[in-house]
């Protein structure tokens, strides 16, 4: 079992519809990010959390650390947000760098 | 903002050559990392880096070694490529928790 699990792996949605992309982790953490990757393989982090939750735009991210679970949510999808979304998380004072999920595959359709 | 550099972008090459990736930053972040990511798989850690002479190994076994003379630039080696180094190679700095990503070269050994 991965330490860090996501869902759905593939998404494909019409335009206008919200967007809900989960990730469960087994192992502690000093933070969890939520990263975009585009068809050309480049990587842009979305958001680093802890705690609570984060807003940037239309996207929005949620951690329970409690129980270990995290969403990033996109309200008013567009094709252009069409990407592979990436969960990854920081280990407390295990080995260094971040342990991925396999990523989400999403399809915004016009 | 970060940047981070890595070229090529795109190499294909033949089995047995040697090459070398390279990785620069320009922000005099001390960490700095290797992940390997093949074709619809999630990333895995390869090098990290804690600074100038700092090398370390990471999750993934891999042929390949890096080196660390100045702060700003990770070069990645492969003495002898093979088929099985094909595969997208992404590296990274830090500044705090925070990852930051180059756009990676996607290798190709025929």
């Known amino acids: 079992k991965n330490e860090v699990e996501q869902s759905p792996q593939n998404l494909t949605a019409q335009e206008g519809e919200f967007i809900t992309i989960n990730c469960s982790y087994s192992?502690?953490?000093?933070?969890l990010h939520w990263l975009q990757q585009h068809p050309g393989g480049g990587i842009v982090s979305l958001f680093m959390?802890?705690?609570g939750k984060k807003k940037h735009g239309r996207l929005i991210a949620t951690i329970n650390i409690q129980e270990k679970h995290s969403s990033l949510h996109i309200t008013a999808s567009h094709p252009r947000d069409s990407a592979v979304y990436i969960c990854?998380?920081?280990?407390?004072?295990?080995?260094?760098?971040?342990?991925f999920g396999k990523g989400t595959h999403l399809i915004i359709q016009p | 903002e970060a940047d981070i550099y890595q070229t090529p972008r795109y190499l294909v090459i033949g089995t047995g050559k040697k090459i070398t990736l390279e990785c620069s930053q320009t922000?005099?972040?001390?960490?700095m990392y290797w992940y390997q990511q093949d074709p619809g798989m999630e990333l895995h850690l390869i090098h990290y880096?804690?600074?100038?002479?700092?090398?370390e190994k990471g999750d993934l076994s891999s042929e390949s070694t890096v080196s660390r003379i100045r702060t700003e630039h990770f070069p990645l080696t492969l003495e002898s490529a093979r088929p099985s180094h094909t595969s997208q190679y992404l590296c990274?700095?830090?500044?705090?928790?925070?990852?930051?990503f180059g756009p990676g070269t996607r290798l190709t050994v025929l």
């Open positions: 990274a700095s830090t500044w705090g928790p925070e990852q930051f």
């Open positions: 192992v502690g953490i000093s933070a």
């Open positions: 959390l802890s705690s």
């Open positions: 990854a998380v920081s280990h407390i004072g295990g080995a260094d760098g971040l342990t």
């Open positions: 922000m005099g972040h001390d960490k």
């Open positions: 880096s804690y600074g100038v002479n700092s090398t």
